[in-house]
């Protein structure tokens, strides 16, 4: 069977960004067909920030209510996390560049994903481990009106790494696997 990164991306996000509830807005937005899905070919990191601005200029084009977020996959880039983490700046200068700053948003999951001072197997960095290398573009508007509605959004990141820390490593790739239990 050939993989396919965007079947993997919807995946990660039914089973553990809204099942865990790891993002307590993702679902709204799933549920009104508001993601759009990118799947990049870059195999450069050049193509890649080509691809990224093409997509922040759709997302600042488009209405929210078509496209509220977008999630470019870019199986092809970027694998090794530390260059992907370098790549990050280029992507907040472009932010910049495009004059969207305080517009739009660039997210960064990654399956490799690692939080400074943490070990690499460390359980919290689970909470942005995707499939795949993806970019996630948020329009800053939506994000503002879903924290001011959510009861106390700062606790999200404490509850995500106590239910990462109960649901465990293997329970994690359980819950991801082709044909998880339940």
């Known amino acids: 069977m050939t993989p396919d990164p965007i079947a993997d991306t919807r995946i990660w996000i039914e089973r553990a960004v809204i099942g865990l509830n790891l993002c307590p807005f993702a679902k709204a937005v799933v549920a009104k067909g508001q993601v759009r899905y990118v799947l ?18 759709r997302l600042r084009d488009t209405p929210a209510s078509e496209i509220d977020t977008t999630l470019i996959v870019h199986p092809g880039v970027l694998i090794d996390f530390l260059d992907y983490n370098d790549f990050l700046d ?6 910049a560049e495009m004059q ?5 948003q660039v997210a960064s999951f990654h399956p490799h994903y690692q939080f400074a001072g943490t070990a690499p ?3 919290e960095n689970f909470t ?15 994000v503002s009106r879903a924290v ?30 082709d044909n998880p239990p339940g």
């Open 40 to 57: 990049s070919d870059a195999q450069t990191a050049e193509a890649l920030l080509e691809t990224l601005g093409m997509e922040l200029a």
């Open 90 to 95: 280029g992507a907040d200068a472009l932010v």
């Open 100 to 104: 969207l700053e305080g517009v739009l």
């Open 121 to 123: 197997d460390d359980i």
């Open 128 to 142: 942005n481990r995707s499939p795949h290398p993806t970019l996630h573009l948020l329009r800053e508007d939506s």
């Open 148 to 177: 001011e509605a959510y009861p106390e959004p700062d606790a999200i990141v404490d509850r995500n790494v106590e239910t990462l820390r109960r649901l465990g490593e293997a329970g994690w790739r359980n819950l991801l696997a």
